[in-house]
């Protein structure tokens, strides 16, 4: 499928960028060798009559087991409580390590065109209004509102510094910050620590490349460090002090 939809027109629609592994500043044999991160960045969406021109050409089985796959994929990323979810996390986590860790290439997406749109105001945090991660809004960008929360599980790094936010009324959101200086495991580990409390600013909230629900933070400067209100009360009173 992937495949499919990066053929699907004449102009290019993704970038390969080679990322240096374990061995950076070595002389590589072969580019495609141990060690070495290939990132496929995606610059523009799959073209929808291209897609269903693509579906049609499968035929009715191979469009039931392309379904089927879409399906498992959905309810992969359903969980019914929050020890699942974490659960979930730790072993993918562990996957990633075990991956980046071994010989093998380093394959990562990442959806150029699907970002957070600009905005030519910048509101300071304290002019920002408390959310919790119930208020979140698939394909939003939440304009004058501010998220708080604390990592509670510890982070990962494939092609973003990704790490797991929890509000003060215990929900859960997945968070991928990109253009970290320095990205890297070790760099996301020390940035992001388990137990650290902040806020990011403005989220946008939005499906991602795998089908999972998540905030997408392109600029690090939109994550401030913050300190994370005791209950959702607490929030509560907070979000509604600018309007007494």
Known sequence: LVRATADCSRKPRAKLIDMPGKNKGKKKRDQSGPDVHHHLDLLSPPDPAK????????????SEELMKHALEMTMSHTYKTNDERREAWRQRRQHNLELMRSSMPKISTTQQWDVKPA???KLSVSELIPMSIKELEVGTTHRGRILEGRIVEDPMFMASAAFML??????LVEVAVYNVPGASW??????????RTLA??????????DGSLGIRVDDPAEVVDSVMPASPSALRERGNAPFH
């Not at 897609?51 to 009715?60: F, H, N, Q, R």
């Not at 990011?200 to 490349?209: A, F, L, N, S, T």
């Open 51 to 62: 897609m269903m021109e693509m579906l049609s050409s499968l035929g009715e089985r191979g």
């Open 119 to 121: 905005t030519s105001t």
């Open 166 to 171: 929890e509000d003060a009324a215990g929900d």
């Open 186 to 195: 070790p760099v996301t580990e020390k940035v992001f620590p388990k137990g």
């Open 200 to 209: 990011i600013r403005e989220p946008y909230y939005k499906v991602r490349g």
